[in-house]
């Protein structure tokens, strides 16, 4: 079992900047944020293999960077410009080589307008 271990988020006003950062035990293949809003779905922010290729929401390209440390096993995600429409519980995820998912407790983004 991966544990995983979130820090980061908080309140911002609109076109601020936030970094969230996840610290996971174990191989893993690849990290990633997700993010789930009031009454939606959880969708994906952004995931990067441990090769360093990455995946954005289209939401928030040009806007969040997702960056891994191999040896630290830590994921960070840089959130500028940040819009009201960003807030949203956000939750590492991690996947191993068994293609296995683990969670974070999620850590919550709020950004006003």
């Known amino acids: 079992q991966v544990q995983l271990v979130e820090s980061g988020g908080g309140l911002v006003q609109a076109g601020g900047s936030l970094r969230l950062s996840c610290a996971a035990s174990?191989?893993?293949?690849?990290m990633g944020w997700y993010r789930q809003a009031p009454g939606n779905q959880r969708e994906l922010v952004a995931v990067?293999?441990?090769?360093?290729?990455?995946n954005y929401a289209d939401s928030v390209k040009g806007r969040f960077t997702i960056s891994r440390d191999n040896a630290k096993n830590t994921v960070y995600l840089q959130m500028n410009s940040l819009k009201p429409e960003d807030t949203a519980v956000y939750y590492c995820?991690?996947?191993?080589?068994?293609?296995?998912?683990?969670w974070g407790q999620g850590t919550q983004v709020t950004v006003s307008s």
């Open positions: 995820n991690a996947r191993n080589y068994n293609l296995n998912d683990s």
């Open positions: 174990g191989r893993i293949f690849s």
């Open positions: 990067i293999t441990r090769g360093g290729t990455t």
